[in-house]
């Protein structure tokens, strides 16, 4: 069985070499600098105090709607907190719906019967009413 001559081989000439590494489409891909490098934070995680916190920077901006669905969404994160359910009791008071607030009071104080947020909230609103049944 024959199989032909046999197979020299012939180094790459040195020139060559050069030209296919420092060609373009042999290198590799370069890095792009630290100062032009986009750095990402990771983003912080979703906590019951973020959500209240960005309720109160909703209706300090005057987005009713936005605080109530984050006041709202604290209660979902976590219903034993009886502070979620005062910042939700504090928004419909400032919007002038006082029996809605006062709901949502009341189930801060089922949670704990002597939440001070709550308690002085409900007297606020006791307050309130009274001046109003006078006029």
Do not use: C, W
């Not at 000439?13 to 100062?35: E, G, N, T």
């Not at 979703?46 to 005057?62: C, H």
């Amino acid at each position: 069985m024959a199989y032909g001559p046999p197979m020299i081989s012939r180094p790459i000439p040195v020139l060559i070499a050069l030209l296919l590494a420092a060609s373009p489409a042999f290198a590799a891909p370069a890095k792009p600098a630290a100062s032009t490098a986009k750095v990402t934070q990771p983003e912080p995680p979703i906590t019951v105090e973020s959500l209240l916190t960005q309720a109160r920077a909703a209706i300090g901006r005057g987005d009713r709607e936005l605080a109530l669905r984050l006041a709202q969404s604290a209660i979902v994160a976590d219903p034993a907190r009886p502070t979620s359910y005062v910042a939700l009791g504090d928004i419909y008071a400032e919007a002038g719906q006082p029996d809605y607030a006062r709901s949502y009071y009341d189930a801060a104080l089922n949670i704990d019967p002597v939440e001070p947020s709550a308690l002085k909230a409900l007297s606020a609103l006791e307050r309130t009413s009274t001046v109003n049944a006078a006029r």
